[in-house]
């Protein structure tokens, strides 16, 4: 993977339940420019998730397939499930000269950075405290409480990865949070100029 045409890749990491996806969401929207890398999982879709848009939803069977045939440029096992960046979906957006979003796990930021000719920002959010973490996560109202209390029981060794990226940001406040983003990628877009 190469983005010498200088586009900025940025990754969005975060325990779940503090607010990537929200943010994710809203830097598309914003920033036309800016396209979300759409992953592949093995996990069953929520209620309000689509096909294509949110991720591609494939078996184990077809990612271990996918995993064999080389077709991610990163993937982990996360809550019992696998989710991957497919290397064709981000080459062809690199080819149309986007600039990429992951909301990805600090595993699959790991495995991006050893691409050293790629122009990351790294991004950790974290929540304001463990018990508003646990109320975003129950009002997301998507998951049950077995699958809450295992992304709860991750948050104590997730953000211990705060010191691969190169920003820390608390979701506090949502506009909050957002305009500190916006601070970072206009100040990347003003070092490529
Ligand atoms: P993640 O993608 O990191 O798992 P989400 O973006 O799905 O997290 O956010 C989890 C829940 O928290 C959602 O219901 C979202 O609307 C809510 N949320 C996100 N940011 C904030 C915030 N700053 N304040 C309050 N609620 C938030
Ligand atoms: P969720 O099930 O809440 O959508 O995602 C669970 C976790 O998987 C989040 O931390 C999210 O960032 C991460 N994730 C989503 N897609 C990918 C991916 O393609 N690769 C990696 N490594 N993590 C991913």
């Known amino acids: 993977m190469t983005s010498s045409n200088g586009s900025i890749m940025l990754i969005l990491s975060s325990p779940s339940g503090a607010g990537k996806t929200t943010l994710t969401k809203k830097i598309q929207q914003k920033y036309q420019n800016f396209k979300i890398s759409v992953s592949h ?5 929520r209620s309000n998730e689509v096909e294509g848009i949110d991720y591609f939803f494939i078996n184990h069977e077809e990612f271990k ?4 045939n080389n077709e991610f440029y990163e993937y982990a096992k996360i809550f019992d499930n696998y989710y991957g960046t497919a290397r064709n979906s981000v080459n062809k957006l690199l080819k149309n ?13 790991q495995q991006l950075s050893r691409f050293k000719e790629l122009k990351l920002i790294k991004i ?11 109320n975003r996560l129950i009002q ?3 998951d049950n409480i077995d699958i809450i209390s295992k992304r709860l029981k991750a948050y104590d060794n997730d953000i211990h990865h705060w010191s691969d990226y190169d ?3 608390v979701n506090d406040n949502l506009e909050h949070c957002f305009s500190q983003i916006e601070k970072i990628i206009l100040s990347e877009k003003n070092n490529a100029i």
Request: no cysteine; hydrophobic share 30%; proline share 8%.
């Open 167 to 169: 920003h820390v940001i």
């Open 41 to 45: 999982t093995t996990r069953k879709p």
């Open 140 to 142: 997301r109202n998507q």
């Open 97 to 109: 000269n986007n600039n990429i979003l992951f909301d990805i796990d600090w595993q699959g930021t």
């Open 65 to 68: 397939k996918r995993i064999s």
């Open 124 to 134: 950790f959010l974290l929540p304001p405290d463990k018990k508003e973490l646990e």
